[in-house]
Nanobody, 128 residues
């Protein structure tokens, strides 16, 4: 059974930084795509970033481009999301997700139904 566990969320002031981690277990994650999504209260879950696990190709939502870096450590089965210059509007529950290899380019893996496994989420709250 594949399990994804996020950590690293918390309360931070605007302008600060956080690094979220997503530890994966129960499966082989050297291929496929890992993504990060977020969901604010009363809003739909939205794509943040994704990374192809074999070649490291990345894709970012326009709303976070330049402030967010997604990375992977395949040896540790852990993926990271570094968020800099946090804004109040970044407040949300952040979820990591994994997609099995589908022959779909990482740039197109931006919607939740394309992902097969999900973590439980970690809360990020940004204060002004």
């Amino acid at each position: 059974q594949v399990e994804l566990v996020e950590s690293g969320g918390g309360l931070v002031q605007a302008g600060g930084s956080l690094r979220l981690s997503c530890a994966a277990s129960g499966g082989t994650f050297s291929s496929g795509v890992m993504g990060w999504f977020r969901q604010a209260p009363e809003k739909e879950r939205e794509f943040v970033a994704a990374i192809g696990l074999s070649q490291g190709r990345t894709n970012y939502a326009d709303s976070v481009k330049g402030r967010v870096t997604i990375s992977r450590d395949n040896a540790e089965n852990t993926r990271y999301l570094q968020i800099d210059n946090l804004r109040v509007e970044d407040t949300a529950v952040y979820y990591c997700a994994a997609a099995r290899p589908k022959g779909i380019a990482v740039e197109r893996l931006t919607t939740p139904p394309l992902y097969d496994y999900w973590g439980q989420g970690t809360q990020v709250t940004v204060s002004s």
